[in-house]
Structures are given as C-alpha cells and as structure tokens.
C-alpha cells in the first residue's frame, strides 16, 4: 500500500466495526493505523526494512484472511493477537 492507503484501510475498518459492532473490525483498525504510524515516524529516518515489511505483510496477510473465515468469537480473538505482535 502507499501513501495514505494504509491509513484510509485504518479508518474505513473503524468505520465497519461502528457499523456492525464487530470487534474484529475494530482491533485490526488499531493494528493498521498502528503500522501507519510506525512507516510515518520510520520515514524519517530512512524507512522500514524491506525484510520487515514482507514479514509484516505475510503476517497481515494470514491473519486477515483468517478472521474472514472463523465466528466472531474467534475472528475477534485472532484480530487482538494480530495487533498485540511485538508489543510484550
């Protein structure tokens, strides 16, 4: 994604999760607008590792597809896994 992708996919989920009062929505939200920030602050720096990135899209890339497909219950669980990665 480039420039403001990520953070319009950030919002539009936030918008979702007030629409359908589905937590998954929600989490990966805060999980996306998250990485935003990171590639935002890291800009200046130099940017992200490339390495880091497709680790990171691999990542997104399971976990998304796998909230798509279990119940809610489960959706939500897997969403807050996704956006707690690296925060221990």
């Not at 009062?21 to 590792?49: K, P």
């Amino acid at each position: 994604m480039f420039g403001d992708e990520l953070r319009e996919l950030g919002r539009y989920l936030e918008a979702e999760s007030t629409e359908t009062a589905r937590a998954t929505s929600l989490l990966l939200s805060q999980a996306v607008l998250a990485v935003d920030g990171f590639f935002r602050d890291h800009d200046e720096y130099g940017g992200v590792q490339a390495d880091f990135v497709s680790q990171l899209d691999n990542l997104a890339g399971n976990y998304f597809a796998k909230t798509a497909t279990t119940d809610a219950t489960e959706s939500a669980r897997l969403a807050r896994d996704f956006r707690d990665i690296g925060i221990d």
